[in-house]
């Protein structure tokens, strides 16, 4: 690869981080236009890594191409939301019950510390971060590496969704109560108790963010 294709794909890369994070975080709405000549002037980039970058969001179902519309954020029905919750709870399952006994689990434990500190500084996109992450690493102790990176793309798309909820979340419940479900899954996960396992998953619930 020469310089300058290096240079293109670091450009690519910043795109795809900042775009990512902006729609993560709530801070573009979904269904929002992505108007090329805005987001070249505000990333400082060409339209050639900018287009390549809104490929591979796309890929990642967090961008919709429109015909004659161009680009925008990606939108969910509720039809869409329920079929990939019941998805991530498939996969959940599976991987739950396909874990191997006494797993090491530094990296879920890594994921725990990670939530408490984007809980205590109040890194509200960290923290989302965070979450899916812990419970990626909980589906990557069965050892199925394909079965972790389905499970990780579903959650990417439930951020997604949930991303537009973040603010009012953060008004009405309390940022501890994330910390205590994952001290609770995280428990469970270390007992080894397949039932206790899922049922906290399932507590987890539908209702909050990457529940």
């Known amino acids: 690869m020469s310089d300058g294709e290096l240079e293109t794909y670091s450009l690519v890369e910043l795109a795809v981080d900042r775009l990512r994070r902006d729609i993560l975080s709530g801070r573009t709405d979904p269904g929002e236009r992505l108007v090329e000549e805005q987001l070249t002037r505000r990333l400082g980039i060409s339209r050639a890594p900018l287009r390549e970058a ?16 161009g680009a925008r954020v990606a939108t969910l029905s509720d039809d869409d939301m329920r079929e990939l919750y019941e998805v991530r709870d498939v996969l959940e399952r599976h991987a739950v019950t396909s874990t191997p006994a006494a797993p090491d689990l530094t990296r879920l434990r890594a994921a725990l510390d990670t939530i408490r500190t984007a809980t ?13 992450r812990f ?37 009405t419940a309390r940022a501890v109560d994330g910390v205590l479900r994952h001290e609770r899954l995280f428990t469970a ?10 049922e906290a998953l399932g507590a987890h619930g539908a209702r909050t963010y990457l529940t």
């Open 120 to 132: 205590a500084t109040d890194d509200r996109l960290e923290l989302a971060n965070a979450h899916r």
């Open 54 to 69: 809104m490929r591979l969001l796309a890929e990642q179902g967090l961008i919709e191409h429109i015909p004659r519309r």
């Open 189 to 198: 996960v270390e007992t080894g108790a397949t039932a206790e396992i899922l």
């Open 135 to 171: 419970h990626v690493e909980v589906v990557a102790l069965s050892g199925n590496r394909q079965l972790t990176a389905l499970y990780e793309s579903i959650l990417v798309r439930i951020q997604l969704f949930m991303a537009v909820n973040m603010r009012r979340e953060a008004e």
